[in-house]
């Protein structure tokens, strides 16, 4: 079992300056905690995401950290071009010296992709093109390319990755079909789904895997869950419903300025919800190591993602609540703890 973050990297009421360095300094926690990953999410026009430009924010990540991988989940592949991104990604993989993470996706929201501009229609089609450029990009000398958005002849690219022939690449699943697409073009993914749901995802996706490759290891299946720790499960209850209302409304903030709901549904209005519905945890490290052992066996995963900070949690409060998820649940579970 392997650990990682999620991280919204969503607007806590403090002002940038400060809250983006106390942002940096949870991430050297982690680096230091021995965490595997730290995956940033990508939103536009929302409190919900201010590394609204993941590269610029993940080029502060790998000047602070020595060996945590780092890595949008995802650039909304949609709003870029493909050359751009590509020098982006080269230079962020040389910065962090063969440690970036490249998470692409398509963008959840349409209401942000059409604050740039582009037709939400047209996100499916701009982002399989603008995904097999970038990835000729990267492992290639040149590009050459003609499609729908885009033509290129035989532009050089005088940057390169540093990991070859590109940088591990990461998507979010949701579907039985988006898994086992994930699965043939041997991606890594993560879940957000309740554990019942994921067995369904990881499961599809192992078949789709062995069809495709065998007895080949898979890449990591991760499984994504906000995650509190505290001295008692009263403390950890009390900070995460503080969080999670704040976390909530960014959440919705830009869908409902719109008058419209989220693409797939509303999110729970309350952390209770949030955890008895099972994508959320809070309370003692006893209590989080038997419900996230349990979450991940069912769920059939190999990685634990969670989501530490979020909402207005302070600085402090999230430190407090990784130093104890680090000292008691993370040795716990990678033990194979079950309840």
């Known amino acids: 079992m392997e650990f990682g973050i999620f991280d919204h990297v969503d607007n806590s009421g403090a002002p ?6 106390g942002r940096l ?20 026009a929302t409190p919900l995401g201010l590394a609204a430009s993941p590269s610029v924010y993940l080029a502060a990540v790998a000047q602070r950290t020595q060996r945590l991988k780092f890595g949008p989940l995802v650039y909304t592949l949609p709003l870029y071009h493909p050359l751009r991104l ?3 990604i080269c230079m962020l993989d040389q910065l962090g010296r063969g440690r970036f993470q490249l998470g692409v996706g398509r963008g959840i929201s349409p209401l942000e992709t059409a604050c740039f501009g582009v037709d939400p229609d047209e996100r499916q089609r701009r982002f399989d093109e603008t ?10 000398p040149k590009v050459d390319f003609a499609g729908e958005f885009f033509t290129f002849r035989n532009v050089p690219m005088e940057l390169a990755p540093l990991q070859t022939p590109h940088p591990p690449i990461w998507v979010g699943i949701a579907t039985p079909d988006s898994a086992e697409r994930a699965a043939r073009n041997g991606c890594n993914a993560v879940s957000l789904s309740t554990a019942k749901e994921t067995r369904v995802l990881t499961d599809r996706y192992r078949k789709a895997w062995q069809e495709a490759r065998g007895s080949a290891p898979t890449p990591k299946l991760g499984l994504g869950r906000f995650i509190v ?4 499960d009263e403390a950890a209850l009390a900070l995460a ?25 509303e999110r729970e209005p309350t952390f ?10 809070a309370g003692t490290p006893e209590r989080v190591v038997a419900e996230l052992s349990a979450q991940l066996a069912e769920a059939g995963v190999d990685y634990c993602v969670g989501q530490f900070a979020f909402g207005d949690m302070s ?24 309840p």
Do not use: C
Request: aromatic letters at 10%.
């Open 16 to 21: 940038l300056r400060d809250f983006y360095e």
């Open 25 to 44: 300094r949870l991430v050297e926690a982690y680096d230091r905690a021995g965490f595997d990953r730290y995956h940033v999410a990508e939103h536009h």
């Open 86 to 88: 590509v020098e982006e």
């Open 131 to 140: 995904l097999q450029i970038v990835l000729q990009g990267l492992s290639g």
């Open 229 to 232: 720790v505290a001295d008692s």
């Open 241 to 265: 419903r503080r969080a999670y209302a704040r976390w909530h409304a960014s959440f919705h903030h830009l869908w409902h300025a719109h008058g419209r709901s989220p693409m797939r549904g």
């Open 272 to 281: 209770d919800e949030t955890m008895h519905g099972g994508r959320g945890i």
């Open 315 to 338: 600085v402090d409060e999230a430190l407090k609540s990784v130093d104890m998820f680090v000292r008691h649940v993370m040795p716990a579970v990678r033990n194979g703890a079950r």
